[in-house]
């Protein structure tokens, strides 16, 4: 019996507003095993680390990555052996559980092999949830072809490039390839519904797919007891997804107070994306993005704050993600400061916990209760009243537990 006894933390737990000092929490074999305002005693075995008053949280969770996303410029993956884009998509994930996010689901790329292995203990990482491929129409997101490729004869055989999107189109072709994702064990499946801003030939506004294709991913979906996530920008394509049976909306950076109530009346998420456009706002240019493909980034940065505004208005579930392309990835944590130049620090953190547990289907994630599982992370100072502080892990991040493992820490146990 491996037991872990934090003593002294002032503990966020995910779901309440307030954090409460003077706790006490006990992990035993991966699991938190008591949370209590008294002392715990696990035997003489159990190894304590007094936190001093530091931050107790779950670990953090980002609900819109892609792990095997190591170059900016789409294009730049498509040459790539798959075993290459394993290996160097091993330092990017590991970097993701050291600024501590200990669950990260994947919209795109992400495969069950790659969960797994991680899940095995053969690579350090998040525990990954897993769609494949982003499904495109044709000429829609995921359809990165050349000009000159001009066949129409592409089912759920052929991918438009590398793995991350495959086109499909079609109820029935749809039907067969969100089947056979969820035989080989996804975790959820993700549809394209709008134009997108790194695709060379759809703008942001084109609705993707029929109602009546998405709706049949959802009813596959959902007889499986899964759900399908949908990229969408503009209002016209977030509430086609709904209408279709969507349960999380990606980006949503457009979206009008009206579909924000639509969202919330389906009890729908929106997963907002910021970073990834404010960063790549600053850096897209001059890594080797098109001019076309710069225009619609600053098209769809400029509305994110709005929409976060709107979403809260309207009472929509928010989630958290961040959808950083390779060289962007070292910003992962900068979405909570963006995040908190509208919302409240406790909501943006619960949406990284437990609000981002839910969309993954997992509730014993982003909560530390007796019986969650013990994924924590220790922060020193208090993030409820500055943000800022997830942003700067060389100097807050103490502590990362993932599992009931401690897979890094600067403090001594007693
Ligand atoms: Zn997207
Ligand atoms: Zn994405």
Known sequence: MAAIAFTNATLFDGVN?????????????????????????????????????????????????????INLVEEHNRNIAITEMTARAVPRIR???????????????GDVGI???IAQGF???PRLFVGGPALSQIGGHGDHRNLTDDSLDIDFNASAFNFECRIVEGEGPLRSHVRNELRKGADHIKVLASGGVGSPTDAIDQIQYSEAEIRAVCEEAAVR??????????????????????????????????TAAVVAEADAYIVPTLVAYEVTAQHGAELGLSEYVMEKLNYVNDSGLKMLG????????LGFGTDLMGQMEFAQLQEFVIRGRVQRPVDVLKSATSVNAEIVQRDDLGVIRAGATADMIVVDGDPLTDISIMNAPEQHLRLIMKDGDIYKT????K
């Open 225 to 258: 007891g899964k759900y399908v996530a949908a990229h969408a920008y503009e209002s016209a394509a977030i509430a086609h997804s709904i209408r279709a049976g969507v349960r999380t909306i990606e980006h949503a950076n457009l979206i009008n107070a009206e």
């Open 123 to 125: 690579i350090p990482g």
């Open 410 to 413: 600067d403090l001594t146990a």
């Open 95 to 109: 970097k993701m559980l050291d600024r501590g996010f200990t669950s990260v689901r994947d919209v795109a790329g």
């Open 310 to 317: 709107l979403a809260e208005k309207a009472g929509v579930k």
């Open 115 to 117: 969960r797994n292995a």
């Open 17 to 69: 507003d307030e954090a409460v000092p003077g706790m006490n929490v006990l992990v035993v074999d991966g699991k938190i095993e008591a949370v209590s305002d008294k002392p715990l005693s696990g035997g003489d075995s159990v190894t304590e680390y007094d936190l001093g008053g530091r931050t107790l949280m779950p670990g953090l969770i980002d609900a819109h990555a892609h792990v095997f996303a």
